[in-house]
């Protein structure tokens, strides 16, 4: 069984301050790592993707990739009170198929 | 370039009545999944389909519940004799052909009376 797992929160953070968000995964093959965004009410909004060992920046996003330890996180620098939302991690199954397993999401409050 | 489309945008239905709710995935994507959210919990994985082929069904409940992705049209999920336990948001995401990144729709919301 393919898991990803994310601490469910809330993590609240001041406004301006770099929000750490985590991800783990199970399964050693996964090659595409993705970070959506979720407000209350609406549909996930793909924010990040990476596929490479180390990170990768967009703006005030940066994914960092580490597969050996099978972790993957998304840091938002400056966070602002639009940043809260619930962010939803998801990693590809390497079985030859394009499905992605989502973890369950962490609760994001930025507090102004 | 329209995104994924999903309609209707709420729909409300009395226990026992049938639910179908469609989507169009965006232009140039061959491949569409479906996922149900209830109330403050997580996305669950129903169904993933191509163009006729039904890829991966291990998240549809085994009764009521069918998809299907024609050749020609919008992607159908369709939801027999519905219960109150099926209320719910439901979204549909599509890719492309080359790889796995998944755009969602704006989802269904499903109230069953």
């Known amino acids: 069984q393919k898991e990803v797992e994310q601490n469910s929160g809330p993590l609240s953070v001041p406004e301006g301050a770099i929000a750490s968000l985590n991800c783990t995964y199970s399964d050693r093959g996964s090659q595409s790592f993705f970070w959506y965004r979720q407000y209350s009410g609406k549909s996930p909004e793909l924010i990040m993707f990476?596929?490479?060992?180390g990170d990768k920046e967009d703006g005030r996003f940066t994914a960092q990739l580490n597969k050996a330890s099978q972790y993957v996180s998304l840091l938002i620098r400056d966070s602002q009170p639009s940043d809260s939302a619930t962010y939803l991690c998801?990693?590809?199954?390497?079985?030859?198929?394009?499905?992605?397993?989502f973890g369950t999401g962490t609760k994001l409050q930025v507090i102004p | 370039n329209a995104g994924v489309m999903q309609n209707p945008r709420h729909l409300v239905r009395r226990r026992g009545q049938e639910a179908r709710l469609r989507c169009s995935p965006m232009k140039g994507h061959s491949h569409v999944y479906w996922y149900r959210q209830l109330p403050e919990e997580g996305l669950k994985f129903m169904v993933y389909?191509?163009?006729?082929?039904?890829?991966?069904e291990s998240g549809m409940p085994k009764e009521r519940f069918s998809a299907e992705f024609p050749k020609e049209g919008p992607s159908i999920l369709r939801i027999q004799q519905v219960v109150r336990g099926d209320s719910a948001a439901y979204f549909c995401?599509?890719?492309?052909?080359?790889?796995?990144?998944?755009?969602f729709g704006p989802g269904t919301r499903l109230l069953v009376l």
């Open positions: 990476i596929y490479s060992n």
């Open positions: 998801a990693v590809n199954d390497p079985g030859g198929y394009q499905k992605v397993t």
């Open positions: 995401a599509s890719s492309p052909p080359g790889g796995p990144t998944q755009y």
């Open positions: 389909l191509q163009k006729e082929n039904i890829i991966d």
